[in-house]
């Protein structure tokens, strides 16, 4: 709960995010993994054991990628922010008791997770501000059945609740729960083919077309939304 505190005080302290994922992670990276090999194109992937962080910062990769795929959005992503693949791994490094870095299927699993988090605002269309992030969150809950992303996403949801903003923030965070619910599968993806592929076409093949509540807040205060809390 002190951590949550703290990321909902400042939502780029992101070593809160994972001291929150560690604790409350239980089984959820158990179930994902053995969910994966069930699922043809996860057994592959888990065969194969690519660390995502690597190829994701290969720019001379993503930079051949076509126009309008997903690795050409990806790309500008990470440029118009100034990010890096290896951002969050590091960051996930600083959890004192963290096993993500150990050679085990789990912890590659739990590597995977970190490293599409900035694909699933790509794909999901939210953006990094406060808001988008608090939807992301919110639609990993199901996708991850991970405590920790529900206790951040409903903290964030009762804070927006309680600033009686007139807009719909809680409820945009609620509606990306839902749409991780009804979305194909995202863990078990194959990445590095998925970054060639039109995004509006990706999009539609995954379930995640369309509008959404969270598109309809003003850009500007989707990163003060919960000043009034």
Known sequence: ??????????????????????????????????????????????FLMVELADRLHDRAWLESQPAG?????????????NL?????AGE???????????????AWYARRLRDIHDLWHIL????????????VVAFSLPQTRSAGFGLIAAGVAVEAARARTG???????????RRGKRAAWLPALDYEALMAEPLDQARARLGLAGPTLYDRIPADFRNSFLAAA
């Not at 050409?72 to 118009?80: M, S």
């Open 1 to 46: 709960m002190r951590a949550l505190r703290r990321l909902i005080a400042d939502k780029e302290d992101t070593t809160q995010v994972f001291e929150i994922m560690n604790a409350l992670a239980g089984n959820s990276v158990r179930r994902g993994y053995q969910k994966m090999l069930e699922r043809p194109e996860g057994a592959r992937q888990a």
């Open 69 to 81: 795929s997903v690795g050409r959005a990806y790309l500008d992503f990470i440029d118009e922010r």
């Open 84 to 88: 890096s693949a290896y951002g969050l």
């Open 92 to 106: 996930s490094q600083k959890v004192a008791d963290t096993e993500i870095e150990a050679a085990h299927p789990y």
């Open 124 to 135: 999901t269309g939210y953006r990094t501000d406060a808001l988008g992030e608090a939807c």
């Open 167 to 177: 807009y719909p923030c809680a409820r945009a965070i609620l509606q990306a729960w």
